[in-house]
């Protein structure tokens, strides 16, 4: 019932999807109830959607669902009801859809009598025109860079014989980290004795054969047969040492091979110890480099299609307190976490900071629309009702209108007001409460107002 009801303020607030066929009035009024008000409706033929929320054809609806969070910005379309993301709704939404219940855009407002509006001690500024510094405040973690760190596993099984860094150690890459005793390592480099004293028997044999060719006695056959086997004698000498090599033994190897960095960094973890038996699927070492670092920012759902690649970020770290770090926007998810409700962005850190430490917390400010001009007023004139900003702007000294905006905080004590809003119109400031109280259904009110409905 409760988008029953929406539906009817939307009904109220605006007229039919640009002259589309509805039911006659005689039809319509004998049919009181919400539901008869709601089958009265049509659907958008041109859209999809139900008429009275097409924002396509209603764009000033598009302030009230992004209010509400439900707002899909690829599409156009209020979220709940997207034929993008829900084609098997059919235009409508599911009966569980919470839809708002504050006051319309467009109410009016007026005073009972001239000298009650005057005595009401409502103040009067009119919006100035700036731009956005607003930002979306979030909660990050600061995180090393996913291509500067390097987990270390033993490429053959074996026995750690010597450990050469620890954790805290700073290594380069190739600095060796431990030596390892492999029966791997032994086999290969028999394999290697083997491929190399039968590769000098090839070449011998071949050398004997090209010359009894030269001297007639012998074929050509067998000088190539030499020579094939001359080639697979030395193809297995190089694979028997490529195998030696990717161990990190060498040649004249004693059955161990050397553990060795494979990047520039920190070791972070080291998880043998000398004895420890290891294998090919165990971690022994992580090394980060801490030269570039990121923040991973939980940006909430109903913020995430403001924000995009190359906005400022700032952040404050805990226990960094009297300190801000910088850094840009690199990129945001796609998607919408379905746990934490939020879509997570990576901003890459532009503050060279040594005090910074990966997996501390941190407060990020993402500003969004740096250069965008948007009417500011202060915060007094703008008041939030079922989670939707109002503000209230002046018609005559008697009569005011609700306004539904898009409203976000700015520098000082100052509002962004991004829709909804023209530069220049006069707002209420003190007394904007007072306004708010009687619009709300059920509230209590002074009673010296008396309302119109949305005409929009």
Same mark, same amino acid.
């Given at each position: 019932?409760?988008?029953?009801? %929406?539906?009817?303020?939307?009904?109220?607030?605006?007229?039919?999807?640009?002259?589309?066929?509805?039911?006659?009035?005689? $039809?319509?009024?004998?049919?009181?109830?919400?539901?008869?008000?709601?089958?009265?409706?049509?659907?958008?033929?041109?859209?999809?959607?139900?008429?009275?929320?097409?924002?396509?054809?209603?764009?000033?609806?598009?302030?009230?669902?992004?209010?509400?969070?439900?707002?899909?910005?690829?599409?156009g379309?209020?979220?709940?009801?997207?034929?993008?993301?829900?084609?098997?709704?059919?235009?409508?939404?599911?009966?569980? /859809?919470?839809?708002?219940?504050?006051?319309?855009?467009?109410?009016?407002?007026?005073?009972?009598?001239?000298?009650?509006?005057?005595?009401?001690?409502?103040?009067?500024?009119?919006?100035?025109?700036?731009?956005?510094?607003?930002?979306? $405040?979030?909660?990050? /973690?600061?995180?090393?860079?996913?291509?500067?760190?390097?987990?270390?596993?033993?490429?053959?099984?074996?026995?750690?014989?010597? @450990? @050469?860094?620890?954790?805290?150690?700073?290594?380069?890459?190739?600095?060796?980290?431990?030596?390892?005793?492999?029966?791997?390592?032994?086999?290969?480099?028999?394999?290697?004795?083997?491929?190399?004293?039968? $590769?000098? /028997?090839?070449?011998?044999?071949?050398?004997?054969?090209?010359?009894?060719?030269?001297?007639?006695i012998?074929?050509?056959?067998?000088?190539?047969?030499?020579?094939?086997?001359?080639?697979t004698?030395?193809?297995?000498?190089?694979?028997?040492?490529?195998?030696? !090599?990717?161990?990190?033994?060498?040649?004249?190897?004693?059955?161990?091979?050397?553990?060795? !960095?494979?990047?520039?960094?920190?070791?972070?973890?080291?998880?043998?110890?000398v004895?420890?038996?290891?294998?090919?699927?165990?971690?022994? %070492?992580?090394?980060v480099?801490?030269t570039?670092?990121?923040?991973?920012?939980?940006?909430?759902?109903?913020?995430?299609?403001?924000?995009?690649?190359?906005?400022?970020?700032?952040?404050?770290?805990?226990?960094?307190?009297?300190?801000?770090?910088?850094g840009?926007?690199?990129?945001?998810?796609?998607?919408?976490?379905?746990?934490?409700?939020?879509?997570?962005?990576?901003?890459?850190i532009?503050?060279?900071?040594?005090?910074?430490?990966?997996?501390?917390?941190?407060?990020?400010?993402?500003?969004?629309?740096?250069?965008?001009?948007?009417? @500011?007023?202060?915060?007094?004139?703008?008041q939030?009702?079922?989670?939707?900003?109002?503000?209230?702007?002046?018609?005559?000294?008697?009569? %005011?209108?609700?306004?539904?905006?898009?409203? $976000?905080?700015?520098?000082?004590?100052?509002?962004?007001?991004?829709?909804?809003?023209?530069?220049?119109?006069?707002?209420?400031?003190?007394?904007?409460? @007072?306004?708010?109280?009687?619009?709300?259904?059920?509230?209590?009110?002074?009673?010296?107002?008396?309302?119109?409905?949305?005409?929009r």
């Amino acid at each position: 019932m409760r988008f029953l009801a %929406f539906v009817l303020v939307a009904l109220a607030a605006i007229a039919g999807c640009r002259g589309k066929s509805t039911q006659t009035s005689e $039809t319509a009024g004998a049919r009181s109830s919400p539901v008869a008000a709601l089958a009265a409706t049509d659907m958008c033929a041109e859209h999809g959607v139900l008429e009275v929320i097409c924002t396509k054809c209603h764009p000033k609806l598009i302030a009230v669902f992004r209010a509400k969070g439900d707002y899909c910005e690829e599409h156009g379309f209020p979220m709940s009801v997207c034929p993008g993301h829900f084609p098997e709704r059919g235009g409508r939404p599911a009966g569980d /859809v919470a839809i708002d219940e504050a006051p319309a855009d467009g109410i009016k407002i007026r005073f009972k009598s001239l000298e009650t509006a005057r005595r009401s001690g409502l103040e009067i500024v009119n919006a100035v025109g700036g731009s956005d510094v607003s930002g979306i $405040t979030a909660s990050a /973690v600061i995180v090393a860079d996913a291509s500067r760190m390097a987990r270390v596993n033993a490429p053959a099984r074996g026995v750690v014989r010597q @450990l @050469l860094a620890g954790p805290g150690s700073s290594v380069g890459a190739g600095t060796p980290l431990a030596v390892i005793a492999s029966a791997e390592v032994g086999t290969a480099h028999s394999n290697l004795k083997s491929a190399s004293a039968r $590769t000098r /028997v090839a070449e011998s044999a071949y050398e004997r054969e090209k010359e009894l060719y030269e001297r007639g006695i012998s074929a050509s056959r067998e000088v190539q047969a030499a020579e094939r086997e001359l080639e697979t004698a030395r193809g297995e000498v190089e694979a028997a040492a490529a195998a030696l !090599s990717m161990m990190g033994a060498s040649e004249k190897s004693d059955g161990t091979y050397v553990l060795r !960095s494979p990047i520039r960094g920190t070791v972070t973890n080291c998880a043998v110890s000398v004895g420890s038996l290891v294998d090919l699927e165990r971690t022994l %070492f992580e090394i980060v480099d801490a030269t570039e670092i990121w923040a991973e920012i939980d940006v909430p759902e109903r913020d995430a299609y403001r924000v995009a690649r190359g906005q400022r970020v700032v952040l404050h770290v805990d226990g960094l307190s009297d300190r801000e770090i910088y850094g840009k926007v690199q990129s945001i998810a796609p998607f919408i976490d379905p746990h934490t409700r939020s879509a997570r962005a990576r901003a890459r850190i532009t503050t060279k900071d040594p005090a910074l430490r990966v997996n501390m917390f941190a407060r990020a400010t993402v500003f969004t629309n740096p250069s965008q001009r948007v009417a @500011l007023v202060p915060r007094a004139a703008v008041q939030e009702v079922k989670g939707v900003h109002l503000v209230f702007v002046r018609l005559a000294e008697d009569q %005011f209108e609700t306004r539904r905006v898009e409203a $976000t905080p700015a520098d000082g004590e100052m509002m962004a007001i991004s829709a909804g809003l023209r530069v220049g119109e006069p707002v209420v400031t003190t007394g904007s409460f @007072l306004l708010k109280t009687e619009t709300l259904k059920g509230s209590i009110g002074t009673g010296c107002c008396e309302l119109e409905p949305s005409k929009r």
